[in-house]
């Protein structure tokens, strides 16, 4: 060996490390791995949480004790957690549905507001009499909803099929347009003596609560869970099967992996480009007509405090599962929740933002396996 | 090419310049040697102008563009060619051949002095072609060199001093003085006469014509007619051959046929019935099968799996559809079947298909399409770029597609392959169907590929 060579090997040897850690393609993904992938994000995004808590001289295991109270402590707000959720899970499975499309629909916000408006048209214009059976009156409200909702949805996935108008603008604009919609009718049409909202909706226009059922069960007073819930829940089931199970669902699922295989493969992309987004907007809507006949029991302004956006999240979270969107909704409507009771008001937020940006970091833990490798010694 | 112009590394060998070997990193130390080089599809910035375009990755204008100052620049440096420029202007507003001269002023601004140019003509319009001669003979008289890559022998014939014949990645004939050849005996060193291996075709009769092409025209992505007139019949148990150098209309053939790309005159009919500019569904419903050109862009969905990509084209009839629902457990089963019966290598049939091997890919496609027993197969480039086992595997299962009776349109630019397998061929050149039936005769055809049938062979051009 010339001293040259020994010298080279040398330097290079300080710059090494005892082992070598590689990167390598995963070329399948075990089932378990997703769920415990995303356990771990949440686990260290909590850590990460507490860490930055501690440093700024809070206690960690307080805050989240609390936090849990806050939003999981007791029925009362466990309820309260699950109305948040709900409109959660509808605009989350709204973007569900239109992300597995790779239709980046970022107008749910619009759309749930067009669902709450069209629900509260039904009701206000007396289109059904104020006499109606609960049942007739909030099936219209739900018609009206998606409809509505759909409508909002058709305009952009229309102009994305004939014209190629990028989606992500005109979806966006239309959130704009949909909240000045809104609030022409409660400023103008419906103000009642001169406050930013319509008079209250008849009795039989409420989305029937548990609380309604306290004389049978005293345990149920006071709790605030309504039937929206159940349109929730059944809406991720029916999403689920289609994304899953049906044949539009493969064909969604072939179009937003490769457009140009699906044409090859004989799919009217323009057909499923509109149906899919009015797909989208109907959940959306069914989120805005379940929070109006939920909740709020009148049109009035700021009814979402951003529902259409946390459902991006929400959506991403869930990895375009419909099902688990479901806890992901609750975990964030809990945090929702929690951010009334803790001061600061941000933690539950700062608490949100670690949870996403881990999760989105953890993905290349399921496309790559991570090896440490011993380098071989040398001879 | 793309290693002499510094893109690739060699893997073995060395490229001299001016007596001294020479090491590329990167197309700049290329071009500080002067060599550089003009892809066919360009490396411009729509949006910049023609000077931001030049100047780009430059040095020069460090920090400041000063680009009144440069515009002037430029259009003494395309004056000294014959070439009209205007500085200013955006690169989208431009015309192909203007696109291509403000590729040559920024080799020219770089001070190149060999510039190497690949199928520079292959997207230009007859008087452009002339123009950029024009060019270029003005920078040979300037000293410059010019490695002119084409397939067209009429225009290497007409701008060449020296002719080497490239096939496959070796050199069948270097530096042939073109005083001193001719058209056909270049169609010979490019084509080639070796037959690798044989198959055995049995003799079969044809039956009932499937696919007749009428008069069929069509543009290409850019708007310029890729077809032109083009008739075309084919019978069950039949293969017809297509030949022709890539880009003169094959792409464009295939897709035209199976509903992906509208014709502008003409009538396509499939076992009689119309299917002219129909969506793609209606071909695939009267059993044409499609082994389309682009594996990964077209013919596979990249990041789903195997099942969900051999299904493509049958999910949407019994047995797996049941209803709106389509049944998981009979596509798998599908899938498994399949994956056996065609040998595709992969862990499972879960298993994304992007991670798969050209060859496995192939599979995958094949076996979507040859399981359907089509009636029309259309096959485009169906072995390129496999090894030589898969190759000749593809080709035993394109034989028994044939000797079942299904039609059979052979893409290929494979001159031995379409020997092989056919048993009529048709040449492509610019769009039209030059030759069909034609008996094999690989000069002949190689001649027709390239366009020089219509004037007689002479060699006496520069």
């Given at each position: 060996?010339?001293?040259?060579?020994?010298?080279?090997?040398?330097?290079?040897?300080?710059?090494?490390?005892?082992?070598?850690?590689?990167?390598?393609?995963?070329?399948?993904?075990?089932?378990?791995?997703?769920?415990?992938?995303?356990?771990?994000?949440?686990?260290?995004?909590?850590?990460?949480?507490?860490?930055?808590?501690?440093?700024?001289?809070?206690?960690?295991?307080?805050?989240?004790?609390?936090?849990?109270?806050?939003?999981?402590?007791?029925?009362?707000?466990?309820?309260?957690?699950?109305?948040?959720?709900?409109?959660?899970?509808?605009?989350?499975?709204?973007?569900?549905?239109?992300?597995?499309?790779?239709?980046?629909?970022?107008g749910?916000e619009g759309q749930f507001y067009m669902?709450a408006l069209?629900?509260?048209?039904?009701?206000?214009?007396?289109?059904?009499?104020?006499?109606?059976?609960?049942?007739?009156?909030?099936?219209?409200?739900?018609?009206?909803?998606?409809?509505f909702?759909?409508?909002w949805?058709?305009i952009?996935?229309?102009?994305?099929?004939?014209?190629?108008?990028?989606?992500?603008?005109?979806?966006l604009m239309l959130n704009y347009i949909a909240i000045s919609l809104t609030n022409y009718f409660i400023f103008g049409v419906w103000s009642?003596?001169?406050?930013q909202?319509?008079?209250?909706?008849?009795?039989?226009?409420?989305?029937?609560?548990?609380?309604?059922?306290?004389?049978?069960?005293?345990?149920?007073?006071?709790?605030?869970?309504?039937?929206?819930?159940?349109?929730?829940?059944?809406?991720?089931?029916?999403?689920?099967?289609?994304?899953?199970?049906?044949?539009?669902?493969?064909?969604?699922?072939?179009?937003?992996?490769?457009?140009?295989?699906?044409?090859?493969?004989?799919?009217?992309?323009?057909?499923?480009?509109?149906?899919?987004?009015?797909?989208?907007?109907?959940?959306?809507?069914?989120?805005?007509?379940?929070?109006?006949?939920?909740?709020?029991?009148?049109l009035q302004a700021a009814i979402s405090?951003?529902?259409g956006?946390?459902?991006?999240?929400?959506?991403?979270?869930?990895?375009?599962?419909?099902?688990?969107?479901?806890?992901?909704?609750?975990?964030?409507?809990?945090?929702?929740?929690?951010?009334?009771?803790?001061?600061?008001?941000?933690?539950?937020?700062?608490?949100?933002?670690?949870?996403?940006?881990?999760?989105?970091?953890?993905?290349?833990?399921?496309?790559?396996?991570?090896?440490?490798?011993?380098?071989?010694?040398?001879? | 090419?793309?290693?002499?112009?510094?893109?690739?590394?060699?893997?073995?060998?060395?490229?001299?310049?001016?007596?001294?070997?020479?090491?590329?990193?990167?197309?700049?130390?290329?071009?500080?040697?002067?060599?550089?080089?003009?892809?066919?599809?360009?490396?411009?910035?729509?949006?910049?102008?023609?000077?931001?375009?030049?100047?780009?990755?430059?040095?020069?204008?460090?920090?400041?563009?000063?680009?009144?100052?440069?515009?002037?620049?430029?259009?003494?440096?395309?004056?000294?060619?014959?070439?009209?420029?205007?500085?200013?202007?955006?690169?989208?507003?431009?015309?192909?051949?203007?696109?291509?001269?403000?590729?040559?002023?920024?080799?020219?601004?770089?001070?190149?002095?060999?510039?190497?140019?690949?199928?520079?003509?292959?997207?230009?319009?007859?008087?452009?072609?002339?123009?950029?001669?024009?060019?270029?003979?003005?920078?040979?008289?300037?000293?410059?060199?010019?490695?002119?890559?084409?397939?067209?022998?009429?225009?290497?014939?007409?701008?060449?001093?020296?002719?080497?014949?490239?096939?496959?990645?070796?050199?069948?004939?270097?530096?042939?003085?073109?005083?001193?050849?001719?058209?056909?005996?270049?169609?010979?060193?490019?084509?080639?006469?070796?037959?690798?291996?044989?198959?055995?075709?049995?003799?079969?009769?044809?039956?009932?014509?499937?696919?007749?092409?009428?008069?069929?025209?069509?543009?290409?992505?850019?708007?310029?007619?890729?077809?032109?007139?083009?008739?075309?019949?084919?019978?069950?148990?039949?293969?017809?051959?297509?030949?022709?150098?890539?880009?003169?209309?094959?792409?464009?053939?295939?897709?035209?046929?199976?509903?992906?790309?509208?014709?502008?005159?003409?009538?396509?009919?499939?076992?009689?019935?119309?299917?002219?500019?129909?969506?793609?569904?209606?071909?695939?419903?009267?059993?044409?099968?499609?082994?389309?050109?682009?594996?990964?862009?077209?013919?596979?969905?990249?990041?789903?799996?195997?099942?969900?990509?051999?299904?493509?084209?049958?999910?949407?009839?019994?047995?797996?559809?049941?209803?709106?629902?389509?049944?998981?457990?009979?596509?798998?089963?599908?899938?498994?079947?399949?994956?056996?019966?065609?040998?595709?290598?992969?862990?499972?049939?879960?298993?994304?298909?992007?991670?798969?091997?050209?060859?496995?890919?192939?599979?995958?496609?094949?076996?979507?399409?040859?399981?359907?027993?089509?009636?029309?197969?259309?096959?485009?480039?169906?072995?390129?770029?496999?090894?030589?086992?898969?190759?000749?595997?593809?080709?035993?299962?394109?034989?028994?597609?044939?000797?079942?009776?299904?039609?059979?349109?052979?893409?290929?630019?494979?001159?031995?392959?379409?020997?092989?397998?056919?048993?009529?061929?048709?040449?492509?050149?610019?769009?039209?169907?030059?030759?069909?039936?034609?008996?094999?005769?690989?000069?002949?055809?190689?001649?027709?590929?390239?366009?020089?049938?219509?004037?007689?062979?002479?060699?006496?051009?520069?």
């Open positions: 060996m010339t001293s040259n060579e020994a010298e080279k090997q040398g330097s290079s040897r300080r710059f090494q490390l005892p082992f070598q850690i590689r990167v390598e393609p995963r070329l399948e993904v075990p089932r378990w791995l997703s769920p415990v992938v995303s356990l771990g994000a949440i686990i260290t995004a909590l850590l990460l949480g507490g860490l930055i808590l501690a440093f700024v001289g809070g206690n960690p295991f307080q805050a989240y004790a609390h936090i849990a109270k806050a939003a999981f402590g007791n029925l009362g707000v466990l309820s309260d957690t699950l109305v948040k959720a709900t409109p959660l899970i509808l605009t989350g499975l709204a973007c569900t549905v239109a992300f597995r499309m790779k239709l980046w629909n970022i749910a669902g069209g629900a509260s048209i039904v009701v206000l214009t007396g289109l059904v009499p104020e006499d109606a059976s609960r049942f007739v009156t909030v099936s219209v409200m739900l018609i009206a909803g998606v409809v909702g759909a409508f949805g058709f952009p996935g229309w102009l994305k099929a004939r014209l190629k108008v990028n989606e992500i603008i005109t979806t009642e003596g001169g406050f909202m319509s008079h209250t909706f008849q009795r039989s226009a409420w989305l029937p609560r548990l609380a309604d059922f306290a004389e049978q069960m005293p345990i149920l007073r006071g709790l605030t869970t309504h039937f929206g819930l159940v349109f929730a829940i059944v809406a991720a089931v029916i999403v689920g099967y289609v994304l899953y199970r049906s044949i539009w669902g493969y064909e969604i699922r072939l179009i937003g992996d490769n457009p140009r295989a699906a044409e090859y493969a004989g799919i009217n992309i323009t057909r499923n480009t509109v149906l899919v987004m009015m797909f989208s907007g109907a959940l959306a809507g069914l989120g805005g007509m379940s929070e109006i006949g939920g909740v709020v029991h009148r405090p951003g529902y956006f946390t459902g991006i999240i929400i959506a991403w979270l869930a990895k375009l599962n419909p099902i688990v969107v479901i806890p992901v909704a609750v975990l964030f409507g809990g945090l929702i929740l929690a951010g009334r009771e803790i001061q600061p008001a941000g933690i539950p937020r700062l608490i949100q933002g670690i949870i996403l940006f881990m999760l989105i970091a953890s993905d290349v833990l399921l496309r790559y396996r991570i090896r440490i490798v011993r380098r071989a010694e040398r001879v | 090419m793309s290693v002499l112009a510094g893109l690739y590394k060699p893997e073995a060998g060395t490229i001299i310049v001016d007596g001294e070997s020479a090491d590329f990193n990167s197309p700049k130390d290329a071009i500080a040697m002067g060599l550089g080089m003009i892809h066919q599809h360009f490396t411009l910035i729509e949006s910049h102008t023609v000077t931001e375009n030049i100047l780009l990755g430059l040095d020069d204008p460090r920090f400041l563009m000063k680009l009144h100052h440069y515009d002037k620049k430029m259009e003494t440096l395309g004056e000294q060619y014959g070439m009209q420029v205007t500085p200013a202007a955006k690169i989208w507003q431009l015309s192909v051949g203007e696109q291509q001269r403000v590729e040559i002023l920024k080799m020219l601004y770089r001070g190149v002095r060999v510039l190497i140019m690949d199928e520079p003509t292959s997207v230009l319009a007859p008087q452009e072609i002339e123009e950029l001669f024009k060019t270029l003979r003005s920078m040979t008289v300037d000293g410059r060199s010019i490695v002119f890559i084409s397939h067209k022998l009429n225009e290497v014939m007409s701008i060449a001093d020296r002719i080497t014949v490239l096939r496959q990645g070796k050199v069948t004939a270097a530096g042939i003085h073109t005083a001193t050849t001719s058209k056909p005996e270049l169609a010979n060193l490019m084509v080639g006469r070796k037959v690798l291996f044989q198959l055995d075709k049995t003799a079969k009769e044809p039956g009932d014509v499937v696919l007749e092409l009428k008069a069929v025209s069509s543009l290409n992505d850019k708007g310029l007619p890729a077809l032109r007139n083009v008739n075309l019949k084919v019978r069950s148990g039949e293969i017809v051959g297509v030949a022709g150098v890539a880009g003169n209309g094959q792409t464009e053939l295939g897709e035209v046929i199976t509903g992906l790309r509208r014709c502008t005159a003409g009538e396509i009919l499939v076992n009689g019935q119309d299917v002219t500019n129909k969506s793609a569904r209606v071909p695939i419903n009267l059993g044409v099968a499609h082994v389309p050109e682009d594996r990964t862009h077209v013919g596979t969905a990249p990041n789903l799996t195997i099942t969900d990509n051999v299904i493509m084209k049958s999910y949407r009839e019994p047995p797996l559809a049941k209803g709106s629902s389509l049944d998981h457990v009979a596509a798998r089963e599908k899938a498994v079947h399949l994956k056996d019966e065609y040998t595709i290598l992969a862990p499972s049939v879960d298993t994304q298909v992007r991670m798969l091997s050209g060859g496995n890919l192939q599979r995958v496609i094949l076996a979507r399409e040859f399981s359907a027993q089509p009636v029309l197969l259309i096959a485009m480039q169906p072995t390129r770029g496999l090894d030589v086992g898969a190759i000749e595997g593809v080709q035993r299962l394109l034989l028994e597609q044939r000797d079942a009776g299904a039609a059979i349109l052979l893409v290929s630019e494979e001159l031995e392959e379409i020997f092989t397998l056919s048993d009529r061929i048709a040449v492509i050149y610019e769009g039209e169907i030059v030759g069909d039936g034609v008996e094999a005769d690989a000069q002949q055809v190689g001649l027709m590929m390239t366009g020089g049938k219509e004037s007689s062979p002479e060699g006496t051009t520069s």
